[in-house]
């Protein structure tokens, strides 16, 4: 669900003080496009959108949510974004984040 070694692998670049900051505005920008994400009847730029969720994901090591995003946004660009369903994506960003906050004050960061 979670790609540690990304995130260590990030952590390491950016600074353990500077570490925190990100993953706040992570959290922030993605809730934020999850709530202007299209409703079902309306989904000319659903593509797009799963498109730039899967970016973020991928740069925080959520490697489930990403995958699905990539799934999403490939139906999307074979003309099937009606059929695609949100719930299952959004679903798992909510466990990765969890999963996410968890490892962290659990120590999963070496």
């Known amino acids: ?3 540690w070694l990304k995130i260590n692998s990030l952590r390491d670049e950016i600074g353990k003080d500077d570490f925190p900051e990100v993953v706040e505005i992570f959290i922030e920008e ?17 593509g797009a959108d799963l498109h730039a969720l899967k970016g973020s994901a991928l740069n925080l090591g959520f490697a489930d949510f990403a995958n699905l995003c990539q799934i999403g946004e490939t139906r999307a660009a074979n003309g099937d974004a009606a059929g695609i369903e949100l719930e299952p994506i ?3 960003y909510e466990e990765s984040k969890n999963a996410f906050l968890s490892g962290l004050e659990n120590g999963k960061l070496t």
């Open 90 to 92: 959004l679903k798992c």
């Open 1 to 3: 669900m979670i790609d």
């Open 30 to 46: 993605v809730a934020e496009m999850i709530s202007g994400l299209p409703p079902k009847g309306s989904r000319d730029t659903l």
